[in-house]
């Protein structure tokens, strides 16, 4: 079974540095999508950034960053130049390719930016 | 012009009740689904519904109840709900099941219901 695993409970970071947020894995697949997203305080799950496995090349949104390491199956996003409004919860998101759209996703880790 | 949007925000209600959240995509997307976020904030799938046809149901109490009157409506109905029901429950869809690359999930603003 696939699982989706994010070791840190709780980060926090500096206004204006920079923060790395773990995820790893476990899957048989060789193909499968990875995601990350965002739940500030309102609530509302927002995307931040997604990786094909297949691409070697890691994604990349403005101030958002992906560490894809497929062999490792690991998934880390970082963060930079860190905003008061990135503070929120992160979700890493595994979707695998063959079956109807089912995510799976890791417990979270709270991001609090220190002023 | 929210893509996603869920109503109620908030539902409190008795234990025992039956209650329904209603959810509207207006992205033409061809799938919809219900995921229930515990109070630990893990976020698990209840229901997916692709052309009104039910394709993933986890190990859900038949309590619960998807119901897609359109491709664009995927309401969740609760019969005699529990204690345990209380929770953050979020409406998403994708566009293409088929599409793999395209099956970004887009996410409604969650319905907090808390059972007394």
Redesign the interface.
């Given at each position: 079974a696939q699982t989706v695993t994010q070791s840190q409970p709780e980060m926090s970071v500096q206004e204006a540095e920079t923060v790395t947020l773990s995820c790893t894995y476990d899957t048989s697949e060789s193909d499968y999508y990875l995601f990350w997203y965002k739940q500030p305080p309102s609530r509302q799950m927002i995307l931040v950034i997604r990786q094909e496995a297949y691409k070697q090349q890691n994604a990349t949104e403005n101030r958002f960053s992906v560490n894809f390491q497929k062999a490792a199956k690991s998934f880390s996003l970082k963060i930079s130049d860190s905003q008061l409004g990135d503070a929120a919860m992160y979700f890493c998101a595994y979707l695998r390719d063959d079956t109807g759209n089912q995510f799976y996703f890791g417990t979270g880790t709270s991001l609090t930016v220190i002023p | 012009d929210t893509a996603v949007s869920q109503t109620p925000k908030y539902l409190v209600t008795q234990m025992g009740n039956d209650k329904s959240i209603k959810c509207e995509q207006n992205l033409g997307h061809d799938?919809m689904?219900w995921y229930k976020q515990d109070s630990?904030?893990?976020?698990?799938?209840m229901f997916?519904y692709?052309n009104k046809e039910l394709?993933?149901n986890e190990t859900v109490p038949n309590r619960f109840s998807p119901k897609s009157p359109d491709k664009a409506h995927l309401n969740l109905h609760i019969n005699s709900l529990e204690l345990g029901d209380s929770a953050?429950y979020?409406c998403?869809s994708?566009q293409d099941?088929e599409r793999?690359?395209k099956?970004?999930?887009?996410?409604g603003?969650?319905t907090?219901l808390s059972v007394l």
């Open positions: - | 799938t689904y630990k904030k893990f976020l698990k799938i997916s692709n394709i993933i953050v979020f998403a994708s099941r793999r690359w099956n970004i999930q887009y996410f603003a969650g907090r």
